[in-house]
């Protein structure tokens, strides 16, 4: 168990919908990471935020959106969806704002299924 | 974009085997990572590198980062099943705060 917690675990909607994801760090964990996996793809990275500010943004598209709570947790706004978003997103937290130390713990994922 | 590339991409070998899997770049990372993935799960840090030249091991598991911090490697002695998984490794970039993640090699270890 990393410590970093994710819900829901599973997640079936149709396409257009819009879905929000949850994520919340390990305890002390000032920096989330979202990251999408899919077969063809592997793992993307796509947005990072630190202490609230969103502080690096990788592959996100536009339908998609992220924010950060005063709380810390994260949630991860799909809305649009699309039959290739169907992936699993994880989220990951580390207790530095940057890659230099290079730690990451990853939650369990939420398994989108887009019909 | 810094693109790490893994191979072997499959490997499938005998319980007791040795193995070693590479994770190359032609970009220089402030760090880099090894994880382990199993299906369904999300991946599990293994070991962090940071130094060129930098050498871990963790029990029958032997990490080396590259001189030029470009590319590392991965090696197990006397796999186990228990050692089967997705192994990816992930660089940390040396102009921002983004991880990128390799291809990965799925090693399966048959007893």
């Known amino acids: 168990d990393s410590g970093v917690t994710q819900t829901p675990k599973h997640l079936i909607t149709a396409t257009g919908q819009r879905v929000t994801l949850r994520c919340s760090p390990r305890s002390g964990d000032l920096s989330v990471y979202w990251y999408q996996q899919s077969l063809d793809q592997g793992l993307q990275f796509l947005i990072q935020y630190y202490n609230g500010e969103e502080r690096a943004k990788g592959n996100i598209l536009e339908r998609f959106s992220a924010q950060q709570f005063p709380d810390l947790h994260s949630e991860l706004n799909l809305s649009s969806l699309e039959l290739g978003d169907s992936a699993l997103y994880f989220c990951a937290s580390s207790p530095h704002p940057g890659t230099a130390e290079g730690t990451q713990y990853f939650g369990p994922g939420t398994r989108l299924t887009v019909l | 974009t810094q693109l790490l590339e893994q191979s072997p991409q499959f490997l499938s070998i005998q319980e007791g085997e040795n193995l070693t899997v590479y994770c190359n770049s032609s970009?220089?990372?402030?760090?880099l990572q090894w994880y382990r993935q199993e299906p369904g799960e999300g991946p599990v840090l293994l070991v962090t590198v940071v130094t060129g030249g930098e050498v871990k091991k963790l029990k029958r598991l032997t990490f080396q980062f590259g001189d030029a911090r470009k590319d590392s490697s991965l090696h197990i002695t006397a796999a186990q099943p228990g050692d089967t998984g997705l192994y990816l490794c992930?660089?940390?970039?040396?102009?921002?705060?983004?991880?990128?993640f390799g291809t990965g090699t799925s090693l399966t270890v048959i007893p």
């Open positions: 992930a660089g940390g970039s040396n102009t921002g705060n983004q991880f990128y």
């Open positions: 970009s220089v990372f402030s760090s």
